[in-house]
């Protein structure tokens, strides 16, 4: 069992920066995948980033490449994503979530644990 908590969220102009924080309560933290996603009004729900725990590999959206950047502290029970240069379309409601699968972090079925979300408004 996890329970994941985002935080972090706000809203910015175009160009800010925002980090994402997600807390997972759960003994094996070290063990999960971790990955986040976002769903903005009137989408399907997107993958961003995910970060493996076998070898630390990560991965990106064409979308967020080379401006995200997700991280973990296993010793804090906490993955984190680093987001520069927002832009307009990056607004969404932006989702941790946790498996303990290493392949295919890129779709969503195979996450296990999800937070609730946290807003993430980027105005022009």
């Known amino acids: 069992q996890a329970q994941l908590v985002e935080s972090g969220g706000g809203s910015v102009k175009a160009g800010d920066s925002l980090r994402l924080s997600c807390v997972v309560s759960a003994r094996t933290f070290s063990r999960f995948a971790m990955g986040w996603f976002r769903r903005a009004p009137g989408k399907d729900r997107e993958f961003v980033a995910a970060?493996?725990?076998?070898?630390?590999?990560?991965f990106y959206s064409d979308s967020v490449k080379g401006r995200f950047t997700i991280s973990r502290d296993n010793a804090k029970n906490t993955v984190y994503l680093q987001m520069n240069d927002l832009k307009p379309e990056d607004t969404a409601v932006y989702y941790c979530?946790?498996?303990?699968?290493?392949?295919?972090?890129?779709?969503?079925?195979?996450?296990?644990?999800w937070g609730q979300g946290t807003q993430v408004t980027v105005s022009s």
């Open positions: 970060i493996r725990s076998a070898d630390g590999n990560v």
């Open positions: 979530a946790a498996t303990i699968d290493q392949l295919r972090l890129n779709i969503a079925r195979v996450y296990n644990y």
